[in-house]
């Protein structure tokens, strides 16, 4: 570990409810420009992944950006091929190394599934933190379970709990937990890949306030007190993505929301843990 490492603080940063989220996002330059471009907009939460294949174009768009490294919120996952103790250590250096940083400020577990072990991966991942390589523990599509399971590992709950969450998938088992345990929900395809533009609840509410359909989504998220990551590559989605924070939702419109009978999950891998 670099001496930049140990002088870092831990907890330096706290987790801003809107992030940056990239997946998908694998032209090189195409992905540095939004990371860029996100920050220098006012972003400051960047969501990546080992799987992703683009932790060193969005290292590349840190470096780019006229904001100091310490006030960039970073997140990364390890794959389920390298949940095992030594994969676990060897992949994080690996993206660290393509991130062009000394450490990220959440590591997730990607899935509980293939080479994850409870015992063996969450320790790998308490080594890490206690190395100062991340300053908290992450999962991502965990049940309720596996947090448990989770918690009798580490001592306490992961950090957060990254999960598919949009109007369409309103979580409210996960919700509840979360809510009830004080981990922090992620919402990765906040905007349900799009579907959320076609759903007439949402486009109600959208015309009432002027705002696009996304926009409505992104703030009822943060009114469940989840934070969002949504992808977006092109400036005009980066923005309006971003506008949504002005936006405030009455409660009319938040139960129009909660309203929605849908349950559209648009990522389901045979592996996911609820098949």
């Excluded at 523990?137 to 969450?165: K, M, T």
Aim: aromatic share 6%; glycine share 6%.
């Amino acid at each position: 570990m670099s001496q930049d490492a140990q002088q870092r603080a831990p907890l330096a940063n706290e987790m801003p409810v809107l992030g940056l989220g990239t997946w998908q996002n694998e032209d090189p330059e195409a992905c540095a420009n939004s990371v860029q471009t996100a920050l220098e907009m006012g972003y400051r939460h960047v969501d990546t992944a080992q799987i992703y294949g683009n932790e060193d174009a969005v290292g590349d768009g840190i470096a780019a950006a006229d904001v100091d490294r310490e006030d960039v919120f970073l997140a990364t996952k390890v794959w389920t091929s390298e949940l095992g103790a030594d994969d676990v250590v060897a992949s994080t250096e690996e993206s660290l190394e393509k991130l062009g940083v000394d450490a990220v400020d959440l590591l997730y577990v990607h899935w509980p599934a293939n080479e994850y072990d409870a015992e063996e991966t969450l320790s790998a991942f308490a080594d890490l933190q206690a190395d100062g390589v991340t300053d908290r523990i992450g999962v991502s599509n965990f049940e309720p379970r596996h947090l448990d399971e989770a918690r009798d590992v580490l001592g306490e709950l992961p950090f957060a709990n990254q999960v598919e969450f949009h109007p369409l998938l309103q979580q409210d088992e996960l919700r509840e937990y979360a809510d009830g345990e004080d981990i922090e929900l992620v919402a990765y395809s906040p905007l349900a890949r799009g579907e959320v533009f076609d759903v007439p609840e949402i486009q109600d509410v959208a015309e009432k306030h002027g705002v696009s359909e996304a926009q409505v989504s992104l703030a009822w998220v943060r009114e469940k007190g989840v934070t969002a990551i949504p992808k977006a590559t092109g400036e005009d989605h980066i923005a309006d993505n971003w506008a949504s924070l002005d936006l405030e939702l009455d409660d009319e419109d938040v139960a129009k929301v909660d309203g929605i009978d849908r349950r559209d999950r648009q990522v389901d891998p045979d592996f996911g843990p609820w098949n």
